[in-house]
């Protein structure tokens, strides 16, 4: 990686380990980065420790989500899934326990894949990606079990409601959508963009970002970021937020969300904007949570840099690790 | 008082120094019966420890007295009582008892005294007697040792040993009868014999001087013979140039020029060798020449004994007239050395470079003496006349051509650390203000002439010629590759300034068929200028930009959108990529910093240097990044769905390039990439 190609490199998923002291990356061209927090955060951090352990090219398109199970890394690159051990990433052997394609209709251009969760019910894994459909995999056979159709435009984020079991999808299209991950079928479908107080029409109709919390639902993008109480099915309050967000996350009883602009926002959940952090990407990408380590409890933001910022302090920038 | 009354009752005594202690005399004033006492002999008479007891028990009486004094006083008894009064008198008594063993205590300590004194004086005559005894001694030891140590010249001498002295002296000196019994005859004996032969020896000496001469002489002649010959071959040589070139064999041609070249000093030396081998063996095109002043040359290298005797004369014929001239000023002075120590030999070397289209790059190398460096200047000729392209100004300016041919070297420095000290000493601060009238030094230029000054670990130890042979190919294909990109560069800069974008035809598969936007401006700005600008200061902080680069502001058009471009071109095009930095103009202000999908065109411009390099040398770079620029901008506009005011209106732009989709991915990037020969567009 030249200093032209590091300049022009992007940030896209994050993903820490189940034991909390690694942190996963992905960028766009297509490399997966593996960083050691412990060596970062320890008193004798040098300027090494926040280069990663590991780097390696996973996917030859963008790896555009990552997500971390109790023994594995899943990453997602053009149209397909690899899944990595944990412990072979950590003593830096870089091969693939399996990967696999979702069946795809059109063969012109391959789908990515923008989002993925896991249904801990079931063990299943729900991707969602460019094809505008979400599948669904069983994690211990592999096998694609269904598809969920319904969305006209690709599919940006994925959630899941453990206590009812619901899958809510937002995509392109402006729609978010709630499917029942038992009986495969659509329950409700709200388009955010009809709703005066939330639609921005000079930027988009498109949903980008969605968080649930018990009956709360965060969700953003073209619109502003709002937060609807998923039984009446109504904004609550809506955020002045001046980009168009790209995650957000709840956390204790703060809202927090990144998007365009360089900086993280502290939401409270009445509507008002408490804090703007800012940080060294021009526009972020992707935040994450390590609350699985309460040692190595921080929250890490990746966006149009080849620099990563960790917040040890959840109301400053500490450092930034580096590609 | 009563003690007087004492007193009055004592006859007078008189004290006297010797004799005995009583002794009547008759004195002439005779009333008085005077008693002369002798205290000092009582004196010896007495016993002190007698004398102690006496004192002692005189002041218990005393004491005694006293209390009994005190008693009756306390009874009640009157002042003048006759007990009181017998007790008085008694303790006078006793009083002066006291007084006569205090004086007579006073005197023991006296003749003590004395006797200890008269002892002392004894004691000292003997112990200077003893002292100058001693001395005498020392100055008599002292005395032997020297005669001892005496060396007398004749011991310096080297002399042959005793048994060769014996075998080969002759009878009559060594008389060996005498000798081998008196060592001192012996030493005579050998010391007349070294005499012999020292002698015998010096007349030797003036026979071979003589026969010394004589051959000399001989020698002489026989030169003088030879250099008449010389005179017999050069009409020889003169007769023969018709015939060689006829042959074609410029065979005197390069015996002059080897002739020169024993004047060159040797890092030009070097240069020259090693560019005239390379020039046979790989590059025909390639030819060296010596240009300069030979005699010059030869008279740096004359021997200074021969000056040094007419410079003694010229010294004084100058001091005369020195004496009427006022001395020069310490500026001038200073100016004085400061230019003897950037004097150049007075050879050079020229190096020319040609290449296929005609156009010749001439090389220039000077060598400083003092500074031990080898310089270059450049030229560049060319057969067709390069039209004024205003923004190619700097393209073949001599002073930056060369710039940078190897990474950072960039020529301003000296690189001979030596010459640091130099500088200090006549107090030139950089050498950087003489560089535009001495010559470039840069460092592959040291190289070539084989100079070596280290300042890397890595570099091998190569000396001399082999330094310059390891150096000689690349550093000539890069100099070739400079020049013709340095005029591909000047051609291209002409056609853009006119807003037409030379793709040449190895490169239109590239690019769709159509391309609307267009080239609307191409001009040069300077390092200041560019650093001013807002939307790159993302890669002046990632330090890829230096103030040697060359800066250029492109503006590509189409309908209402302006994208101003800024351009940094490297010296070292195109090892080295032209980065570009985004700003557009439509509907607002954004930059690569504030919309991700400009990020993506700069990014598609900056990054896929093999794609967008076009058949070697990749000359075509920067006009295929220029048109590839042009093709993002024509998707970035068509592909904008939204319309920031909110209203709903005709597009300015309609769709006309094939797009599968218009966004992906989580930062809903726009299809940049072109596909050919299909001619859709798709994502990364």
């Known amino acids: 990686m030249g200093p032209v190609e590091l300049l022009h490199m992007s940030v896209f998923s994050q993903s820490f380990s189940p034991c909390g002291r690694f942190l996963a990356a992905g960028n766009n061209y297509g490399e997966i980065a593996v960083f050691s927090l412990s060596a970062a955060l320890s008193p004798e951090a040098s300027e090494g420790s926040q280069k990663p352990i590991l780097n390696f090219t996973a996917h030859d398109g963008p790896v555009f989500t990552l997500l971390s199970t109790d023994t594995h890394l899943l990453s997602a690159g053009n149209g397909e899934i690899s899944a990595w051990s944990w412990a072979e990433l950590i003593k830096k052997t870089t091969k693939a326990a399996w990967t696999r394609k979702p069946s795809y209709e059109t063969s012109l251009e391959i789908p990515e894949i923008n989002a993925m969760i896991i249904n801990p019910k079931d063990n299943s894994l729900i991707v969602g990606g460019g094809d505008n459909n979400i599948h669904i995999m069983d994690m211990e056979t592999g096998i694609f079990k269904s598809v969920l159709k319904g969305h006209t435009d690709y599919i940006h984020c994925l959630c899941f409601k453990e206590r009812e079991g619901e899958i809510l999808s937002g995509g392109e299209d402006g729609a978010v959508r709630i499917w029942d991950s038992r009986t495969n079928r659509p329950v409700h479908c709200i388009e955010v963009f009809k709703y005066e107080e939330c639609a921005r029409p000079q930027f988009g109709k498109w949903i980008s970002c969605l968080a649930t919390d018990s009956d709360w639902m965060l969700c953003g993008g073209g619109p502003s970021l709002s937060l609807w109480h998923l039984r009446s099915m109504s904004p609550t309050s809506v955020f002045p937020l001046p980009g168009c967000q790209r995650e957000a996350v709840f956390h204790q009883d703060l809202i927090m969300s990144v998007g365009e602009g360089p900086y993280v926002s502290h939401c409270l959940h009445g509507g008002t904007v408490k804090a703007q952090i800012p940080c060294t990407p021009s526009s972020l990408n992707t935040l994450a949570l390590n609350l699985k380590n309460t040692e190595h409890r921080v929250m890490t933001v990746g966006g149009s840099s080849h620099q990563i910022d960790v917040f040890t302090n959840f109301s400053y920038r500490a450092f930034s690790l580096s590609f | ?684």
């Open chain 2, 1 to 684: 008082m009563s003690s007087d009354a004492v007193k009055k009752r004592k006859p007078k005594v008189i004290r006297n120094e010797a004799g005995t202690p009583e002794t009547k005399r008759g004195r002439g004033e005779g009333d008085q019966d005077v008693r002369v006492y002798n205290e000092e002999v009582e004196l010896e008479g007495r016993d002190p420890q007698q004398d102690y007891m006496l004192y002692k028990d005189t002041c218990a009486a005393l004491a005694n007295l006293m209390a009994e004094i005190q008693e009756l006083k306390s009874g009640g008894a009157k002042v003048g009582s006759v007990e009181i009064e017998e007790r008085r008198r008694q303790c006078g008594v006793h009083f002066i008892t006291l007084k006569k063993l205090n004086r007579l205590a006073h005197m023991r300590l006296k003749k003590g005294r004395d006797q200890t004194h008269e002892a002392k004086q004894r004691v000292d005559v003997l112990h200077l007697q003893l002292q100058n005894l001693l001395y005498e001694v020392m100055h008599l030891q002292k005395e032997i040792s020297k005669c001892l140590e005496f060396k007398s010249q004749h011991e310096e001498i080297e002399l042959v040993s005793e048994e060769e002295f014996f075998q080969e002296a002759p009878a009559e000196i060594s008389r060996p009868h005498v000798t081998r019994d008196d060592h001192h005859q012996l030493t005579l004996a050998r010391l007349d014999w070294e005499l012999e032969q020292r002698k015998r020896l010096a007349e030797q000496y003036k026979l071979s001087l003589a026969r010394k001469e004589k051959i000399q002489k001989a020698i002489e002649q026989k030169r003088e013979y030879l250099s008449s010959l010389q005179p017999g071959l050069q009409n020889i040589m003169q007769a023969s140039l018709p015939v060689q070139e006829y042959l074609s064999m410029p065979f005197e041609q390069m015996q002059k020029q080897a002739e020169v070249a024993r004047h060159l000093p040797p890092p030009l030396y070097v240069l020259l060798v090693q560019a005239a081998a390379y020039g046979q063996a790989c590059d025909k095109t390639l030819s060296v020449n010596i240009s300069g002043d030979v005699d010059e040359a030869k008279a740096l290298s004359r021997p200074p004994e021969d000056s040094q005797d007419d410079e003694s004369d010229s010294d004084a014929e100058e001091e005369q007239q020195n004496t009427k001239r006022r001395r020069a000023t310490v500026g001038v002075q200073l100016d004085d050395k400061r230019k003897e120590m950037l004097r150049r030999h007075p050879l050079s070397l020229c190096l020319d470079l040609k290449c296929k289209d005609g156009s010749v790059l001439h090389l220039f190398f000077y060598y400083l003496m003092n500074l031990n460096i080898l310089t270059v200047k450049t030229k560049v000729s060319t057969t067709t006349d390069l039209s004024g392209a205003i923004s190619a100004g700097e393209l073949l300016n001599s002073e930056s051509l060369l710039n940078c041919l190897y990474a950072s070297d960039h020529g301003k420095e000296t690189p001979n650390p030596a010459n640091r000290y130099q500088f200090d000493k006549v107090g030139i601060t950089t050498f950087a203000d003489y560089v535009s009238d001495l010559g470039h030094p840069y460092v592959w230029v040291q190289k070539l002439g084989g100079l070596q000054f280290s300042f890397d670990g890595t570099q091998s130890d190569l000396r001399g010629s082999s330094l310059s042979a390891s150096h000689m190919e690349r550093t000539m294909k890069l100099l070739r590759g400079r020049l013709q990109a340095r005029l591909a560069l000047h051609k291209q800069f002409s056609s853009l300034e006119h807003s037409i974008i030379p793709v040449s035809s190895e490169c239109q598969h590239l690019f769709p068929a159509k391309v609307v936007s267009g080239l609307t401006r191409w001009t040069m700005m300077s390092y200041q200028e560019f650093t001013e600008l807002s939307y790159v200061q993302h890669v002046l902080k990632a330090g890829l930009v230096s103030e040697t680069d060359l800066f250029f502001m492109a503006v590509v058009e189409r309908g209402t959108a302006r994208l101003l471009t800024a351009v940094v071109v490297n010296p070292r095009y195109p090892e080295v990529m032209p980065l570009f930095s985004l700003s557009l103009h439509w509907k607002g202000e954004r930059s690569g910093r504030t919309d991700d999908n400009l990020r993506a065109m700069e990014s598609e411009v900056n990054v896929f240097r093999s794609e967008l390099q076009g058949p070697r040398p990749g000359l075509q770079l920067l006009t295929n990044q220029i048109q590839r620029l042009c093709v993002c901008l024509d998707v970035y506009l068509e592909t904008e769905s939204q319309v920031c005011d909110g209203s709903e209106g005709p597009k300015e732009f309609p769709r006309e390039k094939m797009c599968l989709r218009t966004a992906r991915g989580p930062s809903r990037l726009k299809p940049f990439k072109f596909n050919h020969p299909q001619g859709f567009f798709s994502h990364r």
